[in-house]
């Protein structure tokens, strides 16, 4: 059953007016809910705008594993595009509901909920040295709600498109149907709302990697790692062919072609193969046989810190039978987090991924050396597909406030620069 979509034009908020309209033609996307006010704020706290949004519905009935479900991506802006002003956004949160778009559904249903930004046009009005994926969040099994400690903040445009990838998973239910969909929170303060300023943070990614080709090493590095025979997995990330039984090719790490945006961050989620330079490829989507398995990938090139700085926020990415996840400081010989999980009561799946949030954050410094460890425990007798993500959210030392003027001469260039724009049912402007 497909339900009825309509798309909702954004209720602007405070000063800015309102305004609706509403598509004549169904939207394929997700709808959009305005954005408002959360609760009565106290004296000095300034009010929490949630925007929220609605996924289209995905008729489950079959088997789909980690990101080989229906899924869909559509963008939105958080408030109003045309008059740009600085938001920080402080929360986001998804939860599985039924066609209804009220009534909750298990949380199992969710492969992921991924919300991007375009990372060029973010440096071009903030600046800075940063390298950003433009992935701002994942959800997925084990958490879904994140939100930043008290008084910080991810600082965006209202300008900048957001990109929302919604996905289903079923690994459990083999027999029958079910419709779903996700049902989105964005949670966001207005800086000029603010009393008292928020700190800034940006995104980073640790993630974890396996050898598809080449000879042994680190990723991105001239010699082996030591202590890590890594030849010992070349096989398992991408000839799957001759295994019995279920489909796991799109697992294989080298044809993830068709399944759009992945939970790794990057320019090369959507094939998740990520090619070292050095004669080397690497997969962050790989199989996991029965059986214990610790995975050790260097991260320093991937986390690619711009400046020594403090962790505030770290959301996990793991799949069903992850037992950890560890984030070492190796120049130092510290762990910097390690996230434990809990599996489903029944059935396939996590119950819970641990998290880490501190409003007076842990060092990390740009000249150290970095390393994920993964544990997987597969528990089954079938080879079992596995990623390891750290999603890590730090103080952004160079932060300044752009240049309101200057981003909207800029809009007006970009405006000027194309012609009328196609329009798209589902993406509001
Ligand atoms: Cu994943």
Avoid at 24 to 29: C, F, H, I, L, N
Avoid at 250 to 257: A, K, L
Avoid at 357 to 374: A, M, T
Avoid at 399 to 417: I, S
Wanted: glycine share 8%.
């Amino acid at each position: 059953m497909i339900s009825r979509h309509f798309v909702a034009g954004l209720l602007a908020i405070g000063a800015l007016g309102a305004c609706s309209k509403k598509e004549t033609r169904p939207a394929p996307v997700s709808s959009e809910i305005a954005a408002a006010p959360t609760a009565a704020a106290a004296a000095d706290e300034p009010t929490v705008y949630t925007k929220e949004m609605l996924a289209p519905v995905y008729h489950v009935d079959k088997i789909y594993k980690s990101m080989t479900g229906p899924q869909s991506t559509s963008e939105f802006f958080l408030v109003d595009a045309k008059n740009p002003e600085l938001v920080w956004i402080v929360g986001f949160e998804a939860i599985m509901v039924e066609p209804d778009g009220k009534t909750q559904a298990s949380q199992e249903w969710m492969c992921h909920t991924n919300l991007d930004i375009d990372p060029t046009l973010h440096n071009r009005a903030f600046g800075g040295s940063k390298r950003l994926s433009g992935r701002l969040f994942t959800l997925s099994q084990g958490q879904y709600r994140i939100d930043m400690p008290k008084g910080y903040g991810i600082p965006i445009l209202s300008s900048e498109l957001m990109s929302l990838n919604t996905q289903v998973l079923n690994l459990n239910m083999d027999k029958g149907e079910k419709d779903v969909r996700h049902r989105v929170y964005v949670r966001f303060v207005r800086d000029v709302e603010l009393k008292q300023a928020y700190k800034p943070l940006f995104p980073a990614a640790a993630y974890g990697l396996k050898l598809l080709r080449g000879t042994d090493g680190v990723f991105g590095g001239e010699e082996a790692m030591p202590g890590h025979d890594m030849s010992q997995h070349d096989m398992s990330g991408h000839d799957m062919s001759g295994h019995e039984g279920h489909d796991m090719s799109n697992m294989s790490g080298h044809d993830m072609s068709g399944h759009g945006a992945s939970c790794l961050p990057g320019q090369n989620a959507s094939t998740n193969e990520f090619a070292d330079g050095k004669g080397r490829a690497f997969t962050g989507h790989w199989v996991v046989k029965p059986g214990r398995e610790e995975n050790h990938t260097r991260v320093t090139n991937i986390m690619d810190l711009p400046f020594d700085t403090t962790m505030h926020y770290v959301a996990v990415h793991l799949h069903p039978f992850a037992e950890s996840l560890e984030l070492k400081d190796v120049t130092a010989g510290t762990t910097v987090y390690k996230a434990g999980t809990q599996q489903a009561g029944k059935g396939i799946g996590l119950a819970r991924v641990d998290f880490f949030s501190s409003p007076e954050g842990v060092p990390l410094y740009k000249d150290h050396e970095y390393e994920i460890v993964s544990i997987y425990n597969n528990t089954t007798g079938k080879d079992q597909d596995s990623m390891a993500v750290m999603n890590l959210y730090l103080l952004d030392k160079e932060f300044t406030k752009p240049d309101m003027e200057k981003v909207k001469a800029q809009l007006k260039e970009a405006e000027k620069a194309k012609p009328e724009p196609e329009k798209k049912s589902g993406k509001l402007m």
